[in-house]
């Protein structure tokens, strides 16, 4: 290793930075984004009686209508199940 090049060191940083914020993405958000149902089909315009009822990623609320299935809410994602987002993600 040649430590005393300032350059070499400054690539070196930037490849780490760069390469472990895309690891981060796809290991925390990507996953969230995939699997948090999308906007349009959640809430009092989505009456239901089971949890079938409701797109991919949103259940049956206490109240008769299709909420997020993550505690918490969010919604905008693709509504993706846990078994295609792990096959997606690998």
Do not use: M
Request: proline share 6%.
């Amino acid at each position: 290793f040649v430590l005393d090049n300032k350059n070499l060191n400054v690539l070196s940083f930037a490849r780490l930075f760069l390469f472990a914020s895309r690891d981060f993405w796809f290991e925390v958000p990507l996953p969230f984004y995939l699997r948090s149902p999308g906007c349009d089909s959640l809430g009092e315009d989505f009456p239901c009686s089971q949890d079938s009822d409701c797109d991919t990623g949103g259940t049956c609320g206490d109240v008769g209508f299709c909420e997020n299935i993550n505690p918490g809410g969010g919604c905008g994602g693709l509504g993706l199940s846990r078994v295609v987002v792990g096959a997606f993600l690998g």
